[in-house]
């Protein structure tokens, strides 16, 4: 019997990549196939994402996976969230789409929630209100792109659609949109009609673990490509990752630490009551019926604009090295704050921050990178308490997984202060969620639990332990600091 191959492609707003996996003596094998960036330009009066590009990405990598000599995969694609593509009625797109850090949707919640409250958006879809989401981005989109708008696809779901020429819109991203009903499954009309778009206009939902279909002849002859069966998998890139955890420990939470921090907990039922609300947690949909009842932290974008403006001079890993030589708590930061989440450069923006309240400025890399980490860390503690209040009982132990996983420091810190075991890695644990979904579609593993057993047993994973120290006391700061900044 020939052993299968499963294709993640994986694209995050600073990179993407190809892995390739196959099963081998109950274990998962895993090999990044194919590297490349992403991010946005300003074109055209926006911020927006290169598709074409990320399409061109893709081909090589299977070109790649071809010339190493698989003549037949299947493959799933994840991406982030709550950008969409418009198609018009010939199946082509309108414009390269608007990336979510695009100024446009400033303000917008505020001009929306004045005509539907915010209560009833939130009891109505259970999801956070960020004012990148789909909702707020159509509510202020072009009104003659929206008239010559045949159908509205999600990034992965339109990767998907270019490659098999199947439209389909996976819920575990369309969740995102703020726009689907909690109760009933499915777009909800009077959000819709707010934001003058209809449900018919978006390819029919479907659920995680679906057959997409064959990449097209066309493009298996003309860049020599393996056949290709396209499964549509956790598209949305954070569901993915939440497949993709170990789950370790018996109460545990997530951390999927990536440009983002998103730091939450599995559910199966949703959790839209009134703390819930007030604490603005979100209830995305998760593979196979779960609800990923989480909280978006400004994460590594922070870190990796400051490596950015250092000209690459550092690597990430370098910038931990030196973060680790300074003395952590230096300033408390609320890296939620919005003037963080695009500002013209990080490095000044978080210098002015701790000039305007008074704190100690960072200069150096190693005090601006400690700087974050020791406030990530701080964040992510308080958020493992304001989760322990809403779900009524404390969570023991955390599960870090994404690129951020490897920064020991963080892991170590994050620990102490939220005083939980810490479970490190997979790292690629997104791409990793992504073959699980397609290796259940095609009954090689029967369901989530046996999935993450298998990450378990297939990946390094590093254990960290609460560390006796002041830590209560700088959180207990921190909070302080926080409820007013
Ligand atoms: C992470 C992520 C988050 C989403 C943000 C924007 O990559 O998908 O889950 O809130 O990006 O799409």
């Known amino acids: 019997l020939m052993t299968k191959v499963f294709v993640a492609v994986d694209i995050g707003a600073s990179s993407g990549r190809l892995m390739l996996a196959k099963l081998e003596n109950n274990q998962l094998q895993l090999q ?12 055209q009066g926006h911020d927006r994402w290169n598709i074409d590009n990320l399409i061109n990405e893709i081909l090589i990598g299977l070109k790649k996976i071809k010339q190493a000599g698989y003549d037949q995969v299947t493959l799933g694609i994840d991406t982030w969230a709550v950008d969409y593509v418009l198609v018009d009625k010939k199946g082509n797109r309108l414009q390269d789409p608007v990336a979510y850090r695009d100024a446009r949707t400033q303000g917008s919640i505020k001009k929306l929630t004045s005509q539907l409250s915010k209560e009833y958006i939130y009891k109505k879809t259970g999801i956070q209100f960020l004012d990148f989401n789909t909702l707020y981005q159509l509510y202020v989109e072009d009104k003659n792109l ?8 999600m990034i992965p779901d339109y990767l998907g659609y270019i490659l098999t020429g199947k439209a389909v819109t996976e819920v575990t991203n369309a969740s995102t949109t703020q726009m689907l009903s909690l109760r009933e499954g ?16 978006f390819p029919k939902l479907v659920e995680a673990g679906t057959i997409l279909g064959q990449i097209k002849g066309s493009l298996v002859e003309q860049y020599n490509l393996p ?28 951390l999927s630490s990536g440009t983002w921090s998103l730091i939450g907990t599995e559910l199966n039922v949703p959790e839209n009551g009134k703390q819930a609300f007030e604490q603005n947690y979100t209830n995305e ?13 400004m994460g590594l974008w922070i870190i990796q604009n400051i490596k950015h403006e250092l000209d690459d001079r550092y690597s990430f890993a370098e910038l931990a090295e ?35 309240t008074r704190q100690k400025v960072p200069q150096t890399p190693g005090e601006l990178a400690m700087a974050v980490y020791a406030n990530l860390a701080l964040y992510y ?25 490897n920064v020991t420091l963080l892991n170590q810190l994050t620990a102490t202060l939220s005083d939980v075991d810490v479970y490190a890695g997979p790292s690629k644990a997104t ?6 979904v397609q290796m259940i579609t095609k009954g090689e593993i029967l369901n989530v639990y046996l999935g993450r057993q298998l990450i378990a047993n297939s990946f390094p994973i590093k254990k960290f332990v609460p560390q006796k120290d002041q830590s209560t006391q700088v959180l207990k700061h921190y909070q302080r600091f926080i409820a007013e900044h």
């Open 32 to 43: 990044e196939v194919h590297r490349f960036k992403n991010g946005f330009t300003y074109s």
């Open 146 to 153: 929206l008239a010559r708008t045949d159908k509205i696809m």
């Open 186 to 201: 499915l777009f909800d009309d009077h959000l819709l009609e707010k934001v003058n778009v209809k449900s018919s206009q």
């Open 227 to 254: 056949a290709t069966e396209v499964i549509t998998v956790a598209t949305h890139d954070t569901a993915s990752a939440v497949v993709g955890t170990p789950g370790l420990g018996q109460r545990w939470a997530y």
């Open 285 to 297: 949909w998760g593979a196979y019926g779960t609800y990923r009842f989480l909280k978006n932290i």
């Open 322 to 356: 030196l973060a680790g030589q300074e003395v952590p708590f230096q300033q408390l930061i609320n890296v939620n704050d919005e003037r963080f989440q695009n500002p013209k450069n990080m490095i000044k923006e978080l210098q002015a921050y701790c000039r305007e």
């Open 381 to 405: 503690a308080n958020e493992l308490e304001v989760l322990d209040h809403i779900l009524n009982y404390r969570i023991d132990t955390l599960n870090i997984v994404g690129g951020g996983s």
């Open 431 to 436: 791409a990793i969620g992504n073959i699980i």
